[in-house]
């Protein structure tokens, strides 16, 4: 059969009425490639191509589309077919859809969802918001330690089709409290009398339904799961959590941190579905906030307007120096940043860091400066006295913005702020007045100038 190469087949297909035909080729085709396609196409035609799919493979096709796509999807089907929509999704899905839709549609998606559906969404809107409560799955594999691997086996078939994953069951006792787990492979392996109970893994690593969800994915990064099991307060399994769901969470949390770092207030859509206005919002106030501490350098500069006059040279090297510093900061603080988030840095090796910083801001510090002072001499051609100002300086803020860079960070993080608001352009603002105040000290000393 041919296949699909690109959308063009599909709206050629369309075009021609050809629906049977498109509905066979759409079969070979992975999901997750369909909603790709479908994301490429007219909004009529994306109505048209869904309602071509079979019941399953058009809820797994859902799955995979973006927000605004499943809300034009299942705003233009009738009651009983979104109602079917989101009987087939996974609860976890259905939850991230019902979270993003207005609170007039989700009452009539849920008015037409089955009971369970029903029940199972509700109870993961209940859980905060970043918590791993509210990214889990309701569908899971769970055995009790009695029963014996041949009625493990009919059990997983029984329930494994609308389960997430039936690579690892999840043993329960008679409170539903989690004591262990097994694997599909060692129920094959085992003889199909022996009891589980008497070879599951009693050694099992579960996530509170109240962790963050940047520290449930921390846990799967450390021990390399594809699923972990989600519990209460009494240790009782109330749903799992699988890598798919950990990448997406992963994706986001890198993408905040990026925004953050760039002083931009994180948004939750991409950028090109996310309006002007919208975007003026996230980024205007940290503009505001640099644009009023900047005026600090401003006020700085003009209070050594008597040294800049008797020696108007020093003004064509501030603004080499202020980026220098500033672009030494940057790079300390992203390290670090990316440390901390990492846990390969704590509080606690702040001292180390520091000294460490300190060692490398003077080798940096020195090569640059010596660069630097060949470029006066040989093209510049200023005194002798100066090009030591100007070095010395180099030298200084290199040290100070390294110095800035790596504990700005970490004492954001010790008092319970994000790390990343202490990046690049927060770094240097503070790293240009130090500089400039260095700069002037070292012009007055140095060549006598007012200070």
Not at 214 to 223: D, G, I, N
Not at 313 to 323: E, G, R
């Amino acid at each position: 059969m041919e296949d699909i190469k690109n959308v063009e087949t599909i709206e050629e297909l369309l075009s021609e009425k050809q629906y049977t035909k498109l509905r066979q080729m759409l079969s070979e085709v992975m999901e997750a490639d369909i909603a790709a396609m479908m994301g490429e196409l007219k909004e009529e035609d994306k109505l048209k191509v869904f309602r071509i799919l079979p019941k399953d493979q058009a809820a797994e096709v859902f799955s995979y589309m973006d927000v605004d796509d499943e809300q034009f999807i299942i705003t233009s089907l009738s009651d009983k077919d979104a109602g079917n929509i989101i009987d087939n999704l996974m609860a976890d899905d259905a939850a991230d859809l019902m979270d993003e839709m207005p609170a007039n549609i989700v009452k009539r998606i849920l008015a037409n969802a089955s009971p369970e559906t029903r029940r199972d969404i509700n109870h993961l809107l209940n859980y905060p918001e970043d918590s791993a409560g509210s990214i889990m799955t309701v569908e899971y594999v769970d055995l009790k330690e009695s029963l014996t691997v041949k009625e493990a086996i009919e059990r997983i078939r029984r329930v494994g089709v609308d389960s997430e994953t039936i690579n690892i069951c999840y043993v329960l006792d008679s409170s539903r409290r989690l004591i262990g787990t097994v694997s599909l492979r060692y129920l094959l392996l085992h003889g199909s009398e022996e009891i589980i109970g008497d070879f599951m893994n009693e050694n099992v690593i579960s996530i509170h339904t109240l962790m963050d969800q940047e520290e449930a994915a921390e846990l799967f990064k450390r021990y390399d799961f594809t699923a972990m099991p989600v519990v209460d307060n009494e240790n009782r399994l109330v749903g799992i959590i699988t890598v798919d769901d950990i990448m997406d969470i992963m994706e986001e949390e890198a993408t905040e941190d990026i925004e953050k770092m760039n002083a931009i207030l994180p948004g939750d859509k991409p950028y090109m579905k996310t309006g002007v206005f919208e975007t003026w919002k996230n980024r205007i106030p940290w503009l505001l906030l640099l644009m009023i501490s900047a005026t600090f350098t401003g006020r700085i500069i003009t209070s050594f307007e008597d040294a800049l006059s008797s020696c108007v040279v020093l003004t064509a090297f501030i603004p080499m120096l202020m980026d220098t510093g500033g672009n030494a900061g940057g790079q300390a603080s992203a390290t670090i940043i990316r440390g901390l988030s990492l846990n390969d840095i704590e509080f606690s090796d702040i001292l180390r860091v520091i000294w460490k910083e300190i060692r490398v801001a003077v080798l940096c510090g020195l090569t640059l400066a010596a660069c630097n002072f060949l470029k006066l001499m040989l093209l510049d051609r200023v005194n002798l006295t100066v090009a030591a100002v100007v070095c010395l300086t180099l030298v200084a803020a290199v040290v100070i913005a390294k110095v800035v860079g790596c504990v700005l960070p970490m004492a954001a993080k010790r008092v319970g702020f994000d790390p990343a608001v202490m990046a690049s352009p927060f770094i240097t603002t503070i790293v240009d007045a130090l500089s400039l105040m260095i700069y002037f000290r070292i012009a007055a000393a140095l060549l006598g100038l007012p200070a």
